[in-house]
């Protein structure tokens, strides 16, 4: 151990070994290649679609529930309203029902959705998946009001 005293301060300096410390480390590490990272694109194995993907009711999911619709638009001549939402991919997440129930000033509609039968040895991606369906009513929609039925 080697002591200096400089300007008012005491310096102490120590060593260990014969070699400089950067040189012991090197020595006792192996040697690694260095890391390398180059960007990576990804190209999309299929087009993508245009406007949400069309579905129908399975009727066979499990752990089925109320699912909220984002939009409603009554089509041909007021008979049928097509709804929208966003969903989970299939086999994963499927439509499994949905219920209307028509009154003299409101249409309610329902959307159930669960995990399809196919879904039991399958990796369930955990992406946004825009869907839509289409119900008849039983008389055209007129001037009654379109309501979620998953809405509280």
Same mark, same amino acid.
């Given at each position: ?11 102490? #300096?120590? %060593?260990?070994g #014969? ?5 012991? #480390? &090197?020595?006792? &590490? ?6 390398? %990272? ?18 129908k009711? /399975?009727?066979? &999911? +499990?752990?089925?529930?109320? !699912?909220r619709?984002?939009?409603?638009k009554?089509? %041909? ?6 709804? /929208? ?23 309610? !509609? ?7 039968p ?6 369930? +991606?955990? !992406? ?9 009513l ?7 009001? +379109?309501v ?5």
């Amino acid at each position: 151990m080697t002591a200096t005293f400089l300007a008012g301060c005491l310096v102490l #300096a120590t %060593s260990c070994g #014969a070699a400089p410390p950067a040189e012991r #480390a &090197a020595s006792s &590490a192996p040697e690694k290649p260095p890391v390398v %990272s180059s960007p990576v694109t990804t190209t999309p194995t299929t087009a993508p679609t245009k406007g949400p993907e069309a579905v129908k009711p /399975t009727g066979d &999911a +499990i752990n089925v529930h109320k !699912i909220r619709w984002t939009k409603a638009k009554p089509v %041909s001549k007021n008979k049928k309203v097509k709804l /929208t939402w966003w969903s989970g991919v299939a086999p994963c997440t499927v439509l499994d029902r949905v219920k209307v129930k028509e009154s003299a000033k409101r249409v309610t !509609i329902t959307l159930y959705e669960g995990t399809g039968p196919k879904a039991a040895n399958v990796s369930c +991606i955990m !992406i946004a998946v825009e869907k839509t369906t289409t119900v008849k009513l039983k008389k055209a929609l007129g001037k009654r009001k +379109i309501v979620d039925g998953a809405k509280p």
